[in-house]
């Protein structure tokens, strides 16, 4: 009988088991993949979903603030505004009490979008962690919002991009990458 290379129903791979970093590597690129493929159509892909759930669901009192919650340097932050702000996503405001911090908000179309972009990326995400159950993949989801939080307050400096650019470059998925 031909192997399969499946045992037990578990795919069989050269990496060992609780290798933290190839499961997080691999998940991420997947994740990335499959965001970056319902998102299309939203201005600026999974990057322009994380600024607009962060303007929808948090109150941030600037455009700085925005761009340090998100670990997004602060003149990439504002080519991604312009972006969201000319499809109608989000519009700049006066910050109360400082005329010259500009406040980002939502715009009512902007969190109709918003909210649809979420339900696909909600699918995308289960389709990704499709080997694990309902309970399984909330308490992986749970884990790693955890960890993340925890590593996000001890070096509150990192960029998500950076991280994520970090991970494909080193799996020769970056730029010059063969």
Do not use: K, N
């Not at 990496?15 to 991420?28: E, I, K, M, R, S």
């Not at 009512?108 to 694990?132: I, K, N, Y």
């Amino acid at each position: 009988m031909a192997e399969t290379g499946v045992q037990h129903g578990t795919p069989q791979t050269g990496a060992a088991p609780g290798d933290l970093g190839w499961a997080l590597a691999v998940l991420l690129r997947r994740w990335h993949e499959a965001a970056e493929f319902v998102l299309a159509d939203l201005p600026e892909g999974s990057r322009g979903y994380h600024v607009l759930s962060a303007v929808a669901e948090r109150d941030l009192p600037t455009q700085a603030a925005l761009a340090a919650h998100l670990g997004i340097d602060r003149t990439v932050m504002t080519y991604v505004l312009d972006t969201l702000e000319s499809a109608g996503l989000v519009e700049r405001v006066p910050a109360p009490g400082d005329r010259r911090a500009r406040r980002i908000v939502a715009t009512e179309h902007g969190r109709s979008v918003l909210a649809d972009a979420a339900r696909r990326v909600a699918r995308a995400q289960q389709a990704v962690l499709a080997a694990l159950g309902a309970d399984e993949q909330a308490l992986l989801g749970d884990l790693a919002h955890r960890a993340a939080l925890y590593v996000r307050a001890d070096s509150p400096h990192i960029d998500p991009c950076d991280a994520i650019r970090a991970v494909l470059t080193a799996d020769g998925l970056g730029p010059g990458a063969h």
